[in-house]
């Protein structure tokens, strides 16, 4: 049984050779030049800030664990060898970052790809897919609410600019209207909080409430997210907004040895993937930094308000389903 078959309410991307009708071909035009905007909007606007735009990285020995945090859902983990050693398919390139920032390019972006083979089920979610693309970047020196006025303005200035350049396109999948300017500052929320009030549902029932972005802090997630050990409360934050929830990912980083040898243990980290910036947080090499990773296809998802972001690609990567391109 497919995966529409099970849930017929989703309505699956399909793949290019699969538009045969003149609305659909157009639909998927339309898209895809506002892909080409927000790309074009965002890295020059970063760009403009005196980032530099560094190359990804698709194969690396080190890559996100993903662990412990308890939205990751993923099936499998891609690695081979090249050269003998074992490489891995990139998940994020946050170990690239913290080195990157804290050497040669203290404010760096990339537009990163990430292949996360999730579970099948979550094809029916609307917002996972199994390859995407991240807006990738990293500040030294800064703090959180640094990281929240780059974002904010960034996609403050998206916004507004689409409704003022792409009005034809919006117009064609019935987006103009519905898309409203974003208002800045954009409330934060403490997760704790959250919990106490929703309960284990919490990231649902926010995003089903919320008409603009929020602001999500104090999330217990990876060894690289800084943590007040004093205080148990974590620095770091997730970006939601409407129908798609988290569209961005992110934290103030820890950069102390003694602390991510310590988190490490106690996640069940396997060093060995990670024995570079462990050395270099032992010489006092590891700077503080503060980043973020910016979903490309969610925020184009909620620009669009695709059912599902999978239509945002070109060739769409939904979990369960391989086309043969």
């Known amino acids: 049984m497919t995966l529409k078959e099970e849930n017929p309410t ?36 970063y760009i403009k800030e005196d980032f530099q735009w560094l190359l990804p990285v698709v194969l ?53 790809p990430n292949i996360r083979i999730e579970k099948a089920d979550r094809g029916k979610t609307g917002k996972h897919i199994y390859e995407f693309t991240q ?34 396109e919006l117009l064609a999948i ?41 602001w999500i802090t104090n999330i217990p997630r990876e060894f690289y997210d800084f943590q007040d050990f004093t205080t148990s409360r974590w ?5 939601f907004m409407p129908q798609f929830g988290e569209v961005l990912s992110g934290s103030k980083r820890e950069y102390e040895y003694n602390k991510i040898i310590e988190k490490m243990e106690q996640h069940g980290v396997r060093k060995e993937n990670y024995s570079l910036i462990i050395q270099m947080a032992k010489e006092g090499r590891l700077k503080p930094t503060a980043g973020a990773g910016l979903g490309i296809e969610r925020i184009v998802g909620y620009i669009t308000g695709v059912r599902h972001i999978a239509e945002c690609q070109p060739f769409p990567r939904v979990p369960g389903i391989v086309h043969q391109l």
């Open 10 to 45: 989703i309505n699956l991307p399909k793949s290019l050779d699969q538009l045969t009708t003149t609305q659909e071909i157009e639909r998927k035009t339309a898209i895809g030049k506002i892909v080409t905007y927000t790309l074009k909007n965002l890295t020059t606007t």
């Open 60 to 112: 690396s020995q080190s890559t996100d664990p993903l662990w412990p945090d308890p939205n990751a859902s993923i099936e499998k983990r891609i690695e081979i060898d090249i050269y003998g050693k074992p490489v891995r398919a990139m998940t994020s390139m946050i170990v690239h970052k913290l080195v990157g920032a804290s050497t040669v390019y203290p404010k760096l972006f990339t537009l990163a």
């Open 135 to 168: 807006l990738d970047f990293e500040v030294q020196g800064a703090t959180s609410k640094d990281i929240f006025a780059i974002v904010e303005k960034a996609l403050s200035t998206l916004i507004k600019d689409l409704k003022k350049d792409l009005k034809h």
């Open 174 to 214: 019935d987006r103009f209207d519905a898309l409203f300017a974003l208002e800045s500052p954009f409330k934060i929320l403490d997760r704790e909080d959250l919990e106490a009030k929703y309960g284990s549902t919490w990231e649902e029932d926010i995003v089903a409430e919320i008409s603009q972005p929020v």
């Open 235 to 239: 620095d770091n934050y997730d970006l």
